[in-house]
């Protein structure tokens, strides 16, 4: 494989580092993780109270998921950029497996069996043991939406995982496979790009016109991959077009625009787009709107101490929160509802339990999992 080191930096950038992570990020997985817990949790709250929660509040939980998956996107793509400028062996691409793996995969597992053992003693908690037991290996193998909806409403959260999971594995193996037939790396690397937003627009197009769109079109694995293409597409020009790092203010002040406006769009005077048009494009609209603003999170360094160490311990835990959060909020409207605990206690035993997971997931799993993982190879 060639190499092409005058771009590649340094050294491999560790957003994991606590001495050299940048607040950027940091923001960014705050802002994500409060998304979906306001959509999430918010929801089932005011649900106990027979209320609803406010549409724009609601749908909140689709832009942290778009948040999440564009900031992903961003940072293993300047990852695989590099991989790819230091003409890096498969070994090395290996090792960029391993260590997504074990960032992620550990606290997934540990997550899925605890979840179970409430569940076979004193659930059902959403669904019957017996549903759990049928579907566990599909959530073992994380093919739960591979190419079909959730076989499950159990561990449903757990939808946008498979869709990070697998689309570590089919973007480097396609591109993998350019380069082995001795296409060029640069060529090699646009065509995967493109196949990964040409594929997903394909199936949702081939998908029945009166299909849940919450349901399948938004949580079908393939459906979703352009959702981190547009951030490795902003990692591609922050890294080359020198414009795009000079222009980082203004591109962010457009990107949070659009982002806005498609969040807003049922205010405006006149509809912004057709419904079949937005159910198809408002993926790429609100990608694209994120991916605007990827250089100034980069540029990001550091927050006001008011709310920085705050900030980074809700990014810190973001992971363990979301894995934890639906299941715990969802258990205790099973307590509520089977055997009589107060609304009240139901929050306060949702909070309790949601932070106290996300720490000791962190601490115990997720912390020293990252500790041990091998050393990215640069040759």
Request: proline fraction near 6%; charged fraction near 15%.
């Amino acid at each position: 494989m060639q190499k092409y080191p005058p771009q590649a930096s340094e050294r491999l950038t560790s957003f994991e580092n606590l001495r050299e992570r940048i607040a950027g990020p940091d923001l960014v997985r705050s802002v994500a993780i409060l998304d979906v817990l306001i959509c999430h949790d918010g929801s089932l709250f005011l649900d106990w109270w027979h209320r609803t929660l406010p549409f724009h509040l609601a749908v909140l939980g689709f832009y942290g998921v778009m948040l999440f998956f564009v900031l992903s996107g961003f940072l293993i793509g300047t990852i695989m950029l590099d991989l790819l400028e230091r003409g890096t062996s498969l070994k090395g691409w290996g090792i960029f497996l391993i260590r997504r793996w074990m960032r992620t995969l550990p606290a997934y597992y540990v997550w899925l069996f605890f979840l179970l053992i409430p569940l076979a003693y004193f659930g059902p908690y959403g669904v019957v043991w017996d549903e759990a037991r049928r579907v566990l290996p599909w959530f073992l193998t994380l093919t739960q939406n591979l190419g079909w909806p959730m076989v499950s409403n159990w561990y449903g959260v757990t939808w946008s995982l498979c869709v990070e999971e697998w689309f570590y594995i089919t973007f480097p193996a396609l591109l993998l496979t350019l380069l082995a037939c001795r296409v060029k790396p640069a060529l090699a690397f646009g065509s995967t790009l493109a196949a990964f937003f040409i594929v997903p627009l394909c199936w949702r197009l081939a998908l029945p016109a009166d299909v849940n769109w919450d349901e399948v079109t938004s949580k079908i694995v393939p459906c979703r991959f352009d959702s981190i293409a547009w951030g490795i597409t902003a990692a591609c020009l922050t890294r080359y077009a020198k414009t795009v790092s000079r222009l980082h203010i203004p591109l962010a002040l457009i990107g949070t625009g659009i982002v806005l406006t498609t969040w807003l769009a049922d205010l405006l005077p006149i509809p912004l787009w057709t419904h079949h048009f937005q159910t198809m494009a408002i993926f790429d609209v609100v990608g694209f709107g994120y991916a605007l603003c990827m250089p100034a999170m980069m540029r990001l360094r550091t927050l006001p101490p008011l709310i920085g160490p705050a900030v980074r311990s809700l990014s810190t835990h973001s992971y363990g929160l979301y894995l934890c959060h639906l299941p715990l909020v969802m258990m205790a409207g099973d307590l509520q509802a089977r055997y009589g605990l107060g609304r009240r206690h139901a929050v306060i035993f949702t909070l309790l339990t949601t932070i106290g997971g996300a720490i000791i997931s962190w601490r115990f799993v997720e912390r020293p999992c990252l500790k041990i993982r091998p050393v990215q190879s640069l040759t």
